[in-house]
C-alpha cells in the first residue's frame, strides 16, 4: 500500500520589528549601512569645506537666529525673502546649547534626514516584505540620490521642509487632517508644501485636506505675529527680486553674454543675479511662466477623473516641478525638494512618474557641478559654464514638461487605460515602530 507524500509546510517568517535590528530584512540592513556610510562622507565633506562651506548656515542663518532671539524678523535685511515660519528652523538649533549653533544645525538634518530614510521605509515594508502595492525603490531614492549633492543638504534648511512635504503626502489618504495641518505649517516655512494637497481626491478628503492646510498655516501665522515684530517684512523683499544666474531665464542670459550682450552678474537681493538690458523682460517672463504653471494645474484639477493611490503623490511632484523650472531663482538646495517628492512617488507601484524620478538624477548630478564645481566660473562667464547650467535646466525643463504630460494622460486623457493595478485610492495607513 502506497504511503501518503509527506507535506512539508514552510513556517511564515516572523515579522520584523524597528526596535529589533537582530529582525530587519536584509534590505533594510543593507539600506541602512549605505545610509550611514553616505552621511557620514556627507558631513565629512561639509566640515572639509571643499565641497559646500556652509557659509549659509555660519554667517546668515546664525546671524537671523541672533536677531530672531530678540522677538523681531530681521528688519530691513534683503537677504530675508522667506515666510515666517522660517523661523523655526533657524532658532532649532539653539535647544541644543552644548553644541556650537553650526554643530547642532548639521545634527538636527542629520536626523531629520534619518526621520524622512524611517518613513519612507515604513510606508513601503509589513512584515519584512514590500506591502502590496509600494515599493522599497523610493526609500533607495532617497538615500542614493541625496549625497548627490554632497554637503549642500546639511547645509541648508530645506531638509525639514521636504520632510513635512513627505510627511504630509504620505500620510493623506488615512490622515487627510493631520496631512494638511503638515502641508500648513511646511507652506508658512517656505510655501511650496501647500502643493502637495493639490491632487487629493475630491469630496470629503480634500475638504479636510485643504481646511487643515489653511487653518493650520493661519494659526502659525498668527502665533508668530503675535510673538515678533516685523512678520510680514520679507513681503517688501520679495518684489525687488530679479533673475538668479542659475534660473532657466539665467541660462538664457548667460547666452546671450557670450554673443555680447553687455550685463553683469553683481550680489543683488541676497543672490548673484544679472543686472543690464532686458532682463526686467526676462523676469516678467519667468512670472507669466509660473502663472501659466499655475492655471495648467488648476485646469487639470477640474479636469481629472481618474484617481489612484498614486495621484496625490505624482500631481505634487509634477506641480512643484513646473513652479521650480519657471522659477526666478532655481537653487541647487531646490533639488532636495525633488528628491523627496520623487521618493514618494516610487513608494507607489502604479505611479505614473517612475520615469521622472529617474530622470532627475542627472540633473541632480550636474547640479553638483555647477555648484560648488562651476559657480565662481559661472559668475565671471564662458562656454564652459553656460553648457553645464544649460543642461541641468534642459534636464528640468524636459522632466517638468514630461510629468505634467504622463500626469495628464493617467488621470484625463479618455484614450488612457487604467493601470492594471490600479485601485480607488484608500485609506493606508503608516505603520508606527
Known sequence: MAQAPIQVTTPPAAPYRWNRPASWPREVLTLGAYWLASRMLMIGLLRSGKAEPAIEVHRIYHGWYQVLRTGTFPVDDVTWQYPPGAALPMLAPGALPFLTYLQAFVLLMLLTDAAAQALLLAVALRSGRARPGRSTAGAWLWALALPLLLGLPFGRYDLPVTALAMAALLLLPARPRLAGALAGIGALVKVWPALTVLGTPRGRTTRQAWTATALSALALLLVLAALFAHTFDFLHAQRGRGVEIESLGGSALQVARLYGWPGEVEQHYGSLEFLGPHVHRVSQ?????????????????????????????????????????????????????????????????????????????????????????????????????????????????????????????????????????????????????
Do not use: K
Request: contains cysteine; hydrophobic residues 55%.
Open 285 to 433: 517672463l519667468s512670472l507669466l511662466l509660473t502663472a501659466a504653471a499655475f492655471g495648467w494645474l488648476l485646469l487639470w484639477r477640474l479636469r481629472a477623473r481618474r484617481w489612484t493611490s498614486a495621484t496625490p503623490y505624482d500631481a505634487a511632484l509634477s506641480a512643484v516641478l513646473l513652479f521650480t523650472v519657471t522659477s526666478r531663482v532655481i537653487s541647487p538646495q531646490y533639488l532636495i525638494w525633488l528628491i523627496g517628492l520623487a521618493a514618494v512617488c516610487l513608494t507607489v507601484r502604479e505611479s505614473c512618474q517612475r520615469p521622472i524620478a529617474l530622470l532627475l538624477l542627472p540633473a541632480i548630478g550636474i547640479t553638483t557641478i555647477d555648484y560648488p564645481l562651476f559657480f565662481d566660473a559661472m559668475q565671471v562667464g564662458g562656454w564652459r559654464p553656460t553648457v553645464v547650467i544649460l543642461a541641468r535646466n534642459g534636464l528640468l525643463l524636459t522632466a517638468g514638461a514630461w510629468s505634467a504630460a504622463r500626469l495628464w494622460r493617467a488621470t484625463v486623457s479618455p484614450a488612457a487605460e487604467p493601470h492594471p493595478a490600479a485601485s480607488p485610492a484608500r485609506p493606508d495607513p503608516v505603520q508606527a515602530a
